[in-house]
């Protein structure tokens, strides 16, 4: 039997401690939950994203009755960016989110399937993504999505035997 261990690196920041950047980004996440549609969960989700020429998009979730055909504020902010701007690189991205009583404590990181599209972004513009998740009680910082999903599936396994 061999083993081997994945090591990933996530930075913890007080706000006052978070780069002016960051903490915009931030801003804008947390404002986009304004624009989230949530009846079923009552769960707040907004998502803002920094491209290459300072564009700042946001998404938030939008949830469906037929709830797989509902989507993450992550995706609807990445897919929201890359349909207006395909040229330009996504450099960060910003979660936050929010129940009945208020803004969590401890930051959420993105699903699995939004890991992925993230993943995809990256090797798209083959640039690493700033992963700025908000909690009341401190912002989580990932300098690339491989801290989050260190075994992606990407289009090189298509050709390998
Ligand atoms: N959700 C997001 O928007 N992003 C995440 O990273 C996790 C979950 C949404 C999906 C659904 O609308 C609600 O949160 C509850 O799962």
């Not at 913890?12 to 549609?37: F, H, M, P, R």
């Not at 996504?90 to 930051?107: C, E, H, I, T, Y």
Request: net charge negative.
């Amino acid at each position: 039997m061999k083993e081997y261990t994945i090591q990933s690196t996530v930075c913890v920041y007080s706000w006052d401690e978070l780069a002016e950047e960051d903490q915009i980004l931030v801003q804008a996440a947390k404002d986009a939950t304004n624009g989230s549609y949530a009846p079923y969960s009552s769960f707040y989700v907004g998502a803002a994203v920094r491209l290459g020429n300072g564009t700042i998009v946001m998404g938030s979730n939008q949830e469906n009755v037929a709830f797989p055909s509902g989507l993450c504020a992550e995706r609807t902010a990445l897919f929201a960016a890359n349909a207006q701007y395909p040229d330009q690189p996504v450099l960060a991205l910003a979660v936050a989110a929010r129940n009945k009583d208020g803004f969590l404590s401890q930051p959420i990181p993105p699903c699995g399937g939004c890991c992925q599209v993230i993943s995809e972004v990256e090797r798209r513009f083959h640039q690493p993504i700033r992963i700025v998740l908000y909690g009341t009680d401190g912002t989580h910082v990932a300098h690339s999505i491989a801290a989050l999903l260190p075994l992606q599936f990407s289009d090189k396994f298509l050709t390998v035997s």
